[in-house]
């Protein structure tokens, strides 16, 4: 159907967009190109990850599924940001110790 194609790449331009804007507030966050690249990388294993499932599970990928994808961006980027920005501003003087900071 001429509708769930247009889903599917509206979903894809949601995606490149919402992931383009994430890396740039990422990267103004935590000032480090490193850890907002390492950090879009996460959010992009995310999507794939629940992507994977949709797929698996045989769902079509309608309304649904298109804006449900863009905002599980929004909320991996909040939940990733904050594990970057931590680590980036510890104190701690190891990276091992920079991450048990950030995990807690």
């Known amino acids: 159907m001429p509708s769930e194609s247009m889903f599917v790449s509206n979903a894809i ?5 919402a992931m ?7 990267l103004l966050s935590t ?3 490193i850890n907002a690249v ?9 999507v794939v990850s629940i992507t ?15 804006i449900a994808v863009v905002v599980l961006i929004g909320f991996s980027v909040d939940y990733i940001i904050h594990y970057s920005a931590d680590y980036i501003h510890s ?3 190891t990276r ?3 991450m048990q900071q950030s995990l807690r």
């Open 31 to 33: 000032g480090n190109i």
């Open 52 to 66: 994977g499932v949709f797929y698996i599970n045989g769902q079509q990928f309608g309304t649904i599924e298109s």
């Open 91 to 93: 104190k701690e003087d």
């Open 13 to 17: 331009q949601g995606i490149a967009v």
């Open 38 to 46: 390492i950090a879009i990388f996460c959010v992009a294993m995310v």
């Open 96 to 98: 091992e110790l920079k």
């Open 20 to 26: 383009g804007f994430a890396f740039i507030i990422v």
